[in-house]
C-alpha cells in the first residue's frame, strides 16, 4: 500500500473509561483521505467520547490512534499541535460575544499561526463566503440567528486550514428551519473533498453526503456500512430498528 493509500485516520483498539464507567470498547475504524465518516446511535453510546479521542480531547486510556501517519496518542506530539490539523465543530457554537463574525475567524490564525490581520481578514471574508454568510461579517454572534452562529464557527474551525473535520452533533442545539443552512454548508465541503467526522441524528444528511456510516451502541461498533447498504436494509436487525425509529 503506497503512502497515498493510507487512511488520514486510524483508530486501533480504542477503549475509554471515566471512573468506573466504561463508555468506549475496542473501537476501530479508518478514514480515508477525502471521505465522511457518520457516526449514528442511541445516545450514550460513546459517539461523541470517540470524536474527542481523535483530536485529544479526551485521550484514550488504550489503543492507538494514527494520523496522518503519526501515532499521536502516545504522548509524543503535543495535543496543541494535532489540533492545528484537526478542526472540530461542537453543539454549541462557543463564539466570542464580544468579537465580530469576521473577528472570530481571524483569531486563531493570528494568534496561533502569527498570520497579519490584513491577510487574516482577508481570509475570513472569503471563509465567510464559503460559509454563505460574507454580508454578516462585522456583525456580532448576537446579532445572528443560530444557524448563521454555526456557520460562522464552521469558518472558524477551516482558518486553520484543517486536514480533517470533526463535528460533534453540530445541529441539535438549532431550531429545525436552521438546521438544513448547517447541513448544506457540510455537504458542499464533504463535496469539495474535505475529509469528515461527523456524529449526527440527522439522516438525510447522512444519505446524502457519507462515504460510511458507523453505528455504535454501547461503546462499540457494530455496524459499518456504505450509505448505500445502510438506508436500504443491508445491515443487522439491531442498525434497522435504530433506523426504523429515527425515521418514523
Given at each position: 500500500m503506497s503512502n497515498e493509500d493510507?487512511?488520514?485516520?486510524?483508530?486501533?483498539?480504542?477503549?475509554?473509561?471515566?471512573g468506573r464507567q466504561t463508555v468506549l470498547r475496542n473501537c476501530s475504524l479508518s478514514v480515508k483521505r477525502g471521505e465522511t465518516v457518520v457516526l449514528i446511535g442511541p445516545s450514550g453510546s460513546g459517539k461523541s467520547t470517540l470524536l474527542r479521542c481523535?483530536?485529544?480531547?479526551?485521550?484514550?486510556?488504550?489503543?492507538?490512534?494514527?494520523f496522518a501517519r503519526q501515532n499521536i496518542s502516545r504522548g509524543e506530539i503535543p495535543a496543541t499541535k494535532v489540533r492545528q490539523h484537526i478542526g472540530m465543530v461542537f453543539q454549541n457554537y462557543e463564539l466570542f460575544s464580544h468579537l465580530t463574525a469576521a473577528e472570530n475567524v481571524m483569531l486563531a490564525p493570528m494568534t496561533v499561526l502569527g498570520i497579519n490581520r490584513i491577510e487574516a481578514r482577508k481570509q475570513a471574508d472569503a471563509l465567510l463566503a464559503k460559509v454563505h454568510l460574507f454580508d454578516r461579517a462585522d456583525h456580532f454572534p448576537d446579532e445572528l440567528s443560530g444557524g448563521q452562529q454555526?456557520?460562522?464557527a464552521i469558518a472558524r474551525a477551516l482558518a486553520m486550514k484543517p486536514e480533517l473535520m470533526l463535528y460533534d452533533e453540530p445541529t441539535s442545539a438549532l431550531d429545525p428551519e436552521m438546521i438544513r443552512e448547517v447541513l448544506d454548508v457540510m455537504a458542499e465541503l464533504s463535496a469539495e473533498g474535505m475529509t469528515s467526522m461527523v456524529v449526527t441524528h440527522e439522516m438525510g444528511f447522512a444519505r446524502r453526503a457519507a462515504n460510511q456510516i458507523l453505528f455504535m451502541e454501547q461503546g462499540e461498533i457494530i455496524e459499518r456500512a456504505s450509505a448505500n447498504d445502510f438506508f436500504e436494509g443491508q445491515v443487522s436487525a439491531r442498525a434497522r430498528r435504530f433506523l426504523d425509529q429515527i425515521l418514523h
Open positions: 493510507k487512511p488520514m485516520l486510524e483508530m486501533i483498539g480504542i477503549d475509554k473509561a471515566f481523535v483530536n485529544l480531547l479526551s485521550p484514550a486510556d488504550s489503543g492507538d490512534i494514527f454555526q456557520r460562522v
